[in-house]
């Protein structure tokens, strides 16, 4: 039996194989690896780009070019109140440094993600099912934890190790966005990542003045739904996501 990482690398590997087919005309193909090592970009021209030291401001040109991205798939708005919850809780992070972003996403399904250097989206059916302030700050809340963790650009370093020595050299900007948007937006982010976000997502809530409990709430909400929403399917572990949050929350009081 596989085990999860290894699932995982398999899975990140069909991915990239598949790549130059997914992302369409105009984005440039893979070509072999003979220009630099693997685990480096070749990221706008002659720039290479450590993925394991970006700056924030390379991430955050990273995320503009991912919302380009987005934008090409999405109908995307600005909502004063997601900004002023979003930039309450961005204040209150781990990496307030970042210039935060906050989309809303014209889509009834219930769905929230978060890119890069920033960039967090919102649809208007996850907007709609929130009882309340509180519980609209938990989900982006949790999407914050996503980028201060640098989750992406780990799922990034990861889709290199999936194809073994071979490198990513000779792709444009355009196209390591194209590959970054596919992660973050159809690759579920691994049960770990969840808890780490989950437990920052928590402590932004608390600095911020927000009521912890509806973190939980909201995904004990969501779990008793008729059917679950596309928030939880890329979401795993929901129940034990909810003890462990009702956990920490009581060994804080």
């Not at 070749?42 to 995320?63: D, H, I, M, R, W």
């Not at 009521?211 to 596309?230: G, I, Y």
Request: a positive charge.
């Amino acid at each position: 039996m596989l085990s999860r990482f290894s699932k995982l690398r398999k899975s990140l590997a069909l991915f990239l194989a598949g790549l130059g087919i997914t992302l369409g005309v105009g984005l440039s193909p893979f070509t072999p690896a003979n220009a630099i090592s693997w685990g480096q970009l070749l990221f706008n021209g002659a720039q290479l780009l450590q993925l394991s030291n970006l700056s924030t401001e390379q991430k955050v040109g990273l995320g503009r070019e991912i919302d380009q991205q987005v934008r090409s798939n999405y109908r995307l708005s600005t909502n004063a109140n997601v900004s002023r919850i979003g930039q309450r809780l961005a204040k209150a992070s781990d990496c307030s440094q970042t210039p935060f972003k906050f989309s809303v996403v014209q889509d009834r399904s219930i769905n929230a993600f978060a890119t890069t250097g920033g960039y967090v989206y919102v649809h208007t059916g996850l907007i709609n099912a929130a009882d309340n302030e509180d519980q609209l700050a938990a989900v982006i809340g949790h999407e914050i934890g996503h980028i201060c963790n640098d989750d992406l650009v780990a799922k990034l370093k990861q889709a290199q190790l999936a194809q073994g020595a071979a490198s990513l050299a000779g792709l444009d900007r355009s196209t390591v966005a194209a590959a970054a948007y596919k992660l973050a937006v159809d690759l579920p982010n691994s049960r770990q990542a969840e808890y780490n976000a989950d437990d920052k997502g928590l402590r932004y809530l608390e600095r911020a003045g927000y009521n912890p409990n509806a973190m939980p709430a909201f995904l004990s909400k969501l779990v008793n739904q008729r059917s679950a929403p596309s928030f939880l399917s890329s979401h795993p572990g929901a129940q034990e996501r909810i003890s462990v949050l009702k956990r920490k929350i009581a060994a804080r009081q």
